[in-house]
């Protein structure tokens, strides 16, 4: 997965990712999560992002664990969420192995295993079972067509304005290039005709009048 992505996101994550909670008009992703709840439980909030769904999870469970990918995502998340009882972040990639941490008794995984690599979603899925403990919960929300084309639709967006950025950018660099060449070419020209007339004024003795512009 791709961590640089992510932490360029990170600022206006709200605006330009689905928020799959939000958007749960029928209440199916909390129903799912209140089923599970309990204040004995641990959970862990995999794919948290900028921490949206953390003062929920904390109302209802013992402690969380929120894990990202993304540095920057969850700097902000802790801003926001830090101050919330038994609350612990990690950065972690879960296509790669996890780190030794403790199980938990439920995991919620909204809109993650979105590469489109077979087997990166299958490392991912392998290694988010084995963060919870035998007998333990899973809430998975796999994207949908909608929301897969919603992403695609603001990714193209994106690219569009990286892209006008990059061609204004280019354009101003252009202009500049133009003016530093045009002034080298006066200034060459001059030097050459003071030169010049350094030359001619030594050979016929005649006044040496230099050129200023």
């Not at 600022?11 to 089923?35: C, H, K, V, W, Y």
């Not at 794919?47 to 664990?65: E, R, V």
């Not at 972040?89 to 199980?103: A, E, G, V, W, Y």
């Not at 979603?121 to 988010?128: C, D, E, G, S, W």
Request: aromatic share 8%; with cysteine; glycine share 4%.
């Amino acid at each position: 997965m791709q961590a640089d992505y992510w932490n360029k996101l990170a600022a206006t994550f709200e605006q330009e990712i689905f928020e799959p909670l939000a958007n749960d008009t029928s209440g199916t992703i909390l129903n799912a999560l209140l089923r599970n709840s309990s204040k004995r439980c641990r959970i862990a909030d995999i794919g948290c992002g900028t921490g949206s769904l953390l003062p929920t999870l904390a109302a209802h469970f013992q402690s969380i664990i929120a894990i990202d990918l993304s540095e920057r995502c969850l700097e902000i998340a802790e801003k926001r969420y830090g101050n919330l009882d038994g609350i612990k972040f990690l950065q972690h990639d879960f296509i790669r192995p996890l780190p030794k941490i403790n199980q938990v008794d439920v995991g919620v995984c909204l809109n993650v295993a979105i590469m489109p690599n077979y087997s990166s979603r299958m490392k991912l899925l392998k290694n988010v079972t084995q963060l919870i403990r035998p007998g333990g919960r899973l809430v998975l929300l796999i994207p949908s067509m909608e929301s897969a084309l919603l992403s695609a639709h603001r990714l193209v967006r994106r690219n569009l304005e990286e892209y006008e950025n990059y061609r204004a950018a280019s354009s101003a660099a252009s202009s500049d290039a133009w003016f530093y060449s045009s002034f080298c070419s006066r200034r060459c020209r001059r030097n050459r005709r003071n030169a010049y007339q350094t030359l001619s004024a030594r050979r016929t003795g005649a006044p040496l009048t230099r050129t200023r512009s």
